[in-house]
């Protein structure tokens, strides 16, 4: 017993002891169903059945106008929220920590606020204030400016514009934390020897601020280029179901989701999240090696 | 070992502050929990009915007031059959959570309900491969020549019925009679669709387009299966070739984008008229009339109560004479899981309960609808009861309109393919022709190449 | 680089710049202040648009929510506290609903933070064979999106016996991989010396874990702990595919059974959303300014 208890114990063991639970989940939780997912990808199941048809739902999904919305839909939803949600937050926290701020952590908590609230409230909220009526708040806010009215929710250009301003007001707090937190990691003496050397507010910015944000932006980038392409309840709840007119807020995994669970069709369903998943990876991964992510050691 | 790490009294103080929220809580929802007598708006999700000793089974709805219906009916049951008693325990989820929940117990096999209700555009997803119902034909046969047999086969595979039908949704035409009166039209004259176009005209001048004749859908598909019905073609008459390239849904379409260019009608605000902002529109007055299922009065009497006394019920127009008037729209089939314990004893009961003319007049007066048991329409004492909430709440009876039409009501049956024509008509097709004036023959091209893509 | 860092105490952002900048700035510019602050005044009101109109919502018959969408207007006279009364009643599952979501919330809250702050404990503070391989394992998994996964991992819940139960809700997410990223960030920062003196002092390799190093990780916690309650509070479709008996639904379930098209139950909806919005709430303005001691000292480092 004290040989066995002394191997566990052992500097060398113990690592391994440690990630133990790791190791237990990502089998039965994480390996087993990776892999009952791309087997059934290669399938056409239905009520007891499951027929092997090798490559033919992939090929199918090529030619698949719906799932090409869905493509279209998720990538644009993407790109746009790279665009808004990393450099404003960069921005708000970089303005936080100017001296001039006055409750800085007031402003930081209320910001802070709609990630705490649940997608389906966030997206009740929101619907409603999309609402086609006349009195729904953005209309109203229309009708002050001398404009009509708008059914939001019927366009794809106004309801991609809600869905933005819905992940816009859901994560710009959370994303400034993660820059507020990169930024404390850069050393006062380099803002101040750059102050000694004359440089103003925007170069200080420029040639510090940023590039020392890099592993920040890095993550940042990382983690919101999956939650973009892997987008499904916000717009779920926005449209008030999977079924948007003219399928303008399907995504990828709302297509997922309509094919595997609402039609039955699993091996379907499996084959689009496989490209989802390949997709997001071939992404990440080209992103990561290209800002160098992997060449660091630890310090 | 722990004592460093809980060192700060903030840690401990906030988690004592949520678990006494916690408690807090748990000792409110522990009163109240069992509370349902006050209860004015939901009824509490899970209901248990019948005697303890009773067959024990379990059953998912998606509509809280046809829970009523059938503890009613399992009230009735236990005390007509005291050697057959059943104790059914009825859980009521949202309509998309329920068939969810219900995919994936029958995808993995497991959990399956021993009864559930589904909705008839739902049953084809359970029919394809191994059928994981009871075929029904056995329970079915006492009552069946009595029964509307389309409605029979709308849950049928290969000669067998999986589902018991709830109601026939015979689609009749509601008119405002109010608003007809008030600018000279009576609609007891609209025979034809032209006719109602020019009911629709002389409307319109009067009122000075303030009313619309009606609202056409972009959200749902009855006014289309209505006119394959009248025309007696069907989108799925080769249910493995489906062709949505037909005269009937051309000229519906056509003659609906005429009535939106001059102004007779306009897009039903939600999509289609059973929806709230639907409610809303019939609530203010705004549309004169509209075709729906019978089952929609139930909406008239629950959402729109100051409209009573003001519609009237007809049959709807065709676009020549002798067509059929009425199509079957809706429906829920009851399933019974085939390798439940007591799958017999629950076909039994569930064919009792809804085929049978007792069955039939507790689904008039619970539900409202139209039962698939004809006998109840000609039974005067049922369907002239003049205690009805629904005799009291319409201009003329109902079922007077019904046995009019009784032998006209067609049924365009629901297949595999038909959630996908739903979904590309009603997502795309729609809007394209109606919001956006698109050509009728072009976008029904457009859809044909969808459901083919989908059918090769 | 990190004098700051290392020192949980040192709470605002960086006391020793504020020394810095002050002499500097000389004579604040009232323009530039004007503008920052009016910035954030203006953000802040935007971001608390929403929430103030569901509140007002949900001072209003559920119904007008349909008919009029969501606004801000004072109309008084239609504003009153019944419909939070509804919640209490007991006409809807609320209060279970409630109660369900705090049990599992603070339960695997608790057992994650603990889990996986062992998992990165070995990432960070050792290196053995295949520590890369499997650390980029923990984040190939992040990447995951959890619906592809979600059909057969319901079979497997079936296939142990877990539908229905809380355990099988909360099993699948305890080892979360991005609270593991997250933890192992802030755990490399930690001088492996702290470590050998440990190992000097008689430790074994576990009771350094606990004994020193988690003291002084409080900070990573209090992060983690907002998050991860965050996660498991407002968590809602792998809860909906496992639980089946309606007395266990959480919070996001049970008030996404109150969205039908015919809105006979919004009254619920509205108020029962935002007063679900409250414990989330609390945890934020309790453990705020641990959070962003937290985020601040190892959310991403190197």
């Known amino acids: 017993m004290k040989k066995i208890q002394a191997f566990l114990f052992s500097q060398k063991i113990a690592p391994y002891v440690f990630i133990l639970p790791f190791i237990v989940s990502l089998s039965f939780f994480w390996i087993y169903p990776m892999y009952s997912t791309i087997n059934m990808s290669f399938h056409n199941i239905g009520n007891g059945y499951s027929e092997y048809i090798g490559l033919a739902n992939y090929e199918k999904l090529l030619g698949d106008k719906v799932f090409h919305i869905a493509v279209r839909n998720s990538v644009i939803y993407t790109i746009f929220t790279l665009i808004i949600l990393i450099p404003i937050p960069m921005l708000c926290a970089f303005l936080l920590n100017s001296k001039s701020v006055v409750g800085k952590r007031i402003y930081k908590s209320i910001i802070y606020l709609p990630a705490l609230v649940s997608v389906v409230v966030a997206g009740i909220l ?31 250009g106004t309801g991609m514009f809600a869905l933005l301003l819905l992940a816009t007001w859901r994560w710009t707090g959370v994303n400034t934390l993660y820059f507020e937190a990169g930024l404390s990691s850069i050393d006062e003496v380099l803002y101040e020897s750059a102050k000694v050397d004359g440089a103003s507010a925007w170069q200080r910015f420029w040639h510090i601020t940023l590039p020392l944000l890099k592993p920040t932006r890095i993550y940042v980038t990382t983690i919101s280029i999956y939650a973009g392409l892997a987008m499904f309840l916000e717009s779920f709840m926005i449209y008030g179901s999977n079924n948007s007119p003219k399928n303008i807020g399907l995504t990828i995994v709302g297509y997922l989701y309509r094919r595997g669970i609402e039609k039955n069709d699993l091996g379907y369903a499996s084959a689009v ?19 160098g992510m992997f060449k660091k050691e630890d310090k | ?64 007031l046809h829970q009523k219906f059938y503890s009613e009916m399992l009230n009735k049951w236990n005390e007509a059959n005291p050697d057959k008693q059943i104790q059914i325990k009825f859980t009521v989820y949202p309509y998309a959570d329920m068939h969810t929940k219900l995919t994936l117990a029958v995808q993995s096999g497991e959990g399956i309900p021993d009864l559930a209700d589904v909705e008839i555009g739902q049953f084809p997803n359970y029919l394809d491969g191994e059928v994981p119902w009871l075929a029904l034909n056995s329970y079915v046969e006492p009552y069946k020549a009595d029964l509307v047999t389309s409605r029979l086969d709308a849950y049928e595979k290969d000669g067998n019925y999986y589902g018991v039908p709830t109601h026939v949704g015979a689609t009749v035409m509601y008119y405002n009679t109010e608003i007809l009166e008030k600018y000279g039209i009576d609609y007891t004259q609209i025979k034809t669709w032209d006719d109602f176009t020019a009911a629709g005209e002389k409307l319109k001048e009067a009122s000075n387009g303030e009313v619309y004749m009606t609202s056409v859908d972009t ?22 070739n489906a062709n949505v390239k037909l005269d009937s849904l ?11 260019e001059s102004g007779i009608a306009e897009v ?31 909406r008239f009497t629950d959402y729109m109560p100051e409209m009573s006394g003001k519609f009237a019920i007809a049959p709807a127009p065709v676009f020549e004479e002798g067509q059929k008037r009425s199509n079957g729209a809706g429906g829920t089939g009851t399933v019974v899981y085939k390798d439940s314990e007591n799958a017999e004893l629950a076909a039994e009961f569930m064919a009792w309960a809804k085929l049978t003319e007792e069955g039939g007049e507790q689904i008039w007066n619970i539900l409202g609808f139209d039962p698939v048991n004809t006998k109840v329409w000609t039974n005067q004492d049922i369907t002239h009861n003049q205690e009805n909430e629904y005799v009291k709440y319409f201009v003329n009876n109902p079922f007077d309109t019904l046995l009019e039409i009784q032998d006209e009501v067609n049924l365009i049956k629901t297949v595999p393919i038909t959630t996908t024509i739903n979904e590309v008509f009603n997502l795309t097709t729609l809007n394209e022709v109606l919001e956006n004036g698109a050509d009728v023959k072009q976008a029904l091209e457009d859809a044909q190449a969808e459901v083919d893509f989908e059918q090769e | 680089m990190s004098k700051n860092n290392t020192n949980p105490n040192n709470n605002s952002l960086s006391n020793s710049s504020l020394d810095i900048r002050k002499g500097n700035k000389g004579g604040k510019n009232p323009l530039v202040k004007t503008f920052i602050n009016g910035f954030f005044i203006i953000l802040c009101a935007s971001v608390a648009v929403p929430f103030i109109s569901g509140l007002f919502a949900s001072f209003r018959p559920g119904q007008m929510l349909i008919r009029n969408g969501l606004n801000l207007n004072l109309d008084f006279e239609n504003w009153s506290l019944v419909n939070y009364s509804y919640l209490f009643d007991g006409s809807t599952g609320y209060l279970d609903w409630y109660k369900n979501s705090l049990i599992i919330t603070i339960v695997s809250v608790i057992l994650t933070l603990i889990i996986c702050y062992f998992v990165a404990y070995g990432f960070a503070m050792y ?32 296939s142990f016996g877990l539908i229905d139960t809380y355990a099988g809700v909360i099993l699948p997410g305890l080892v979360h991989a991005s609270t593991i990223f997250f933890f192992r960030q802030y755990l490399s920062g930690i001088p492996k010396e702290l470590l050998d003196a440990g190992r000097i002092d008689g430790s074994s390799e576990y009771g350094i874990c606990v004994r020193i190093v988690m003291p002084i990780s409080k900070p990573a916690f209090s992060a983690m702990a907002i998050l991860s309650s965050m996660g498991a509070w407002n968590s809602m479709l792998w809860p909906l595919i496992v639980l089946r008996s309606a007395e266990k639904f959480t919070l996001p379930i049970g008030l996404n059974t109150l969205l039908t098209p015919y809105g006979n139950n919004y009254d619920v909806l509205v108020a029962g959303s935002i007063f679900s919005i409250l414990p989330l709430f609390i945890l934020y303005l309790i453990f705020n300014k641990y959070f962003v001691e937290g985020m601040t000292a190892g959310a991403v480092k190197g």
């Open chain 1, 126 to 156: 929101f619907r409603y204030m999309f609402s086609e009526m006349d009195s729904g708040l953005m209309n109203q806010i229309l009708q002050f400016f001398g404009l009509e009215s708008k059914q939001w929710l019927k366009n794809w």
């Open chain 1, 273 to 291: 999240g496989l490209v989802l998943l390949i997709v997001a990876l071939s992404i990440s991964m080209v992103y990561l090696l290209s800002s």
């Open chain 2, 1 to 64: 070992m722990g004592a460093n790490f809980m060192r700060l009294p903030k840690n401990v103080f906030s988690y004592f502050v949520i678990l006494l929220m916690a408690i807090l809580v748990v000792g409110c929802s522990n009163s109240s929990s069992g509370n349902g007598e006050n209860a004015e708006e939901v009824e509490s999700e899970v209901t248990t009915v019948g005697p303890e000793d009773g067959a024990k089974m379990d059953m998912w709805l998606f509509v809280d």
């Open chain 2, 219 to 240: 959200g749902g598909a009855d006014w289309l299966t209505l006119t394959m019905s009248e025309y007696g073609e069907s989108w799925v008459e080769d249910p493995e």
């Open chain 2, 250 to 260: 051309n000229n519906m379409l056509t003659m609906q984008q005429g009535w939106l």
């Open chain 2, 268 to 298: 039903t605000p939600g999509g289609q008229i059973d929806t709230e902002q639907g409610y809303a529109t019939v609530a203010k007055g705004e549309v004169a009339a509209f075709p729906k299922a019978i089952w929609y009065m139930s």
């Open chain 3, 127 to 158: 290196h053995f064979k295949f520590k890369n391989l499997l650390f980029f394992l923990v984040i190939a998994t992040m990447m995951v999106p959890f619906e592809i996964l979600m059909l057969p991992l319901y079979k497997q819940m079936i």
